[in-house]
């Protein structure tokens, strides 16, 4: 079977209607412009409410659900989520031992962007 002679089964499958075209691309073309919104199995139902199981969430819902929770004020915490800034850069140790200093600026870098506890 050819690709075109595959693409005329599914044309008449999916529209239920035969088709005499040949041409590859005007049989894509003629499937995209009659697909039928429910054919090819069961319909999609759209959950907006975003409280029902086996169903498809709404992309829109589910954005401004998340928008609601997201407070970009809130810093984090030990006991809550919140966000964090990228701490500051922090140069490599200079040399096989980490000094105390060094170690310090790190544990100062992670403090100031909220990653770390201070106290």
């Known amino acids: 079977m050819t ?3 595959a ?3 599914l044309y008449h499958k999916i529209t239920t209607h035969e088709t005499e075209k ?3 691309a005007l ?3 003629d499937l995209a412009e009659n697909y039928p919104e429910s054919a090819g199995g069961a319909a999609v139902t759209i959950d907006k409410s975003l409280s029902q199981e086996g169903q498809a969430a709404d992309a829109k819902t589910v954005g401004d659900k ?3 929770k997201l407070d970009k004020n809130t ?3 030990k006991a809550a989520l919140g966000l964090v800034k990228q701490a500051a850069a922090v140069s490599d140790a200079a040399g096989e031992q ?3 200093a060094e170690f310090n600026a ?3 870098a992670l403090r100031t962007a909220g990653i770390l506890a201070s106290s």
Do not use: R
Request: glycine letters at 4%; proline letters at 0%.
């Open 3 to 5: 690709i075109a002679e």
């Open 7 to 9: 693409l005329q089964k």
């Open 22 to 24: 040949s041409n590859i």
């Open 27 to 29: 049989l894509i073309s």
């Open 66 to 68: 998340l928008g609601e």
């Open 75 to 77: 810093a984090a915490t």
């Open 98 to 100: 980490v000094t105390q």
């Open 106 to 108: 790190l544990l100062a």
